[in-house]
């Protein structure tokens, strides 16, 4: 296999980490707003909030891990890309000057950020939840 041909099968393979971290991130999303949903309705149950704000957190910290590592593989063959090519082939920071600001975020960022940010809130959840339980006491 020569560099062009193998530079096409890393491209390809980069390409494809797209798709699977987007579905990642919605299903992240589809999780946490049963879960969210969950803790809202109030089943009853004597400390319900702390099992779905467990949940949330697990899940939270699961995403991170998942997708984190699909970002990883996307970053792998990036890095492959350039190496066999023994170029930048990917935009550098001057060509992404005119992009707005959101534009300019890594996408490991922007998939990595709503896990993190689910876990502090789910821990914030845990918290208040101490606090409640407290004032009724």
Known sequence: MNDDEKAKLY?????SENT???GKLMAYFAV???????AA??????HSLYFFAFLGILSSVWWVFCTGRT????????DRVERSL????????????????????PGRIIVLAPPV?????????????IGLNAAKQ
């Not at 491209?11 to 390409?15: A, C, Q, R, V, Y």
């Not at 309705?41 to 004597?46: E, K, N, R």
């Not at 970002?71 to 990036?78: D, H, I, T």
């Open 117 to 129: 940010i689910g876990v502090v809130v789910w821990l914030v959840v845990v918290v208040f939840a």
């Open 41 to 46: 309705s109030g089943t009853g149950v004597p």
């Open 11 to 15: 491209i390809d393979l980069w390409k």
């Open 86 to 105: 023994g170029k930048d082939f990917f935009p550098g920071e001057e060509e992404k000057a005119g992009l707005p600001v959101y534009a300019k975020l």
């Open 32 to 38: 946490q707003t049963l879960v969210a949903l969950g």
């Open 20 to 22: 699977v971290k987007t």
């Open 71 to 78: 970002a990883g593989y996307q970053q792998l063959w990036k």
